[in-house]
């Protein structure tokens, strides 16, 4: 079982930026791989990026360049630093992980948190 507890959300001006953090609980933190998700209201939740148990990296193409996903394997913690943030960035952010060596996979999700761009 995996727990997964974000922080880091808030409110921050266009053009801003703010460090996200997910604090993975029980499993075994290198074989995971961890992702942020994001979904705003109205719409689905979306894949914003991936830090593999390798620590590659994944991004979708409307953060690339702005976004970078990071992994602490001391503190069993994944990061997601947000520059240049948009008005359309708002969402509520979701970490998520599953065990690459467990089969079927499994999904684990953190409870989520705001990040709203506004001025």
């Known amino acids: 079982q995996v727990q997964l507890v974000e922080s880091g959300g808030g409110l921050v001006q266009p053009g801003g930026s703010l460090r996200l953090s997910c604090v993975a609980w029980g499993g075994i933190f290198s074989r995971l791989v961890m992702g942020w998700y994001r979904q705003a209201p109205g719409k689905q939740r979306e894949l914003v990026a991936t830090?593999?148990?390798?620590?590659?990296?994944n991004y979708a193409d409307f953060v690339k360049g702005r976004f970078t996903a990071s992994r602490d394997h001391t503190k069993t913690t994944v990061y997601l630093q947000m520059n240049s943030l948009k008005p359309e960035d708002t969402a509520v952010y979701y970490c998520n992980a599953f065990d690459v060596q467990v089969r079927p996979r499994t999904d684990y999700w953190g409870q989520g948190t705001q990040v709203t761009v506004s001025s």
């Open positions: 830090v593999t148990d390798g620590g590659g990296t």
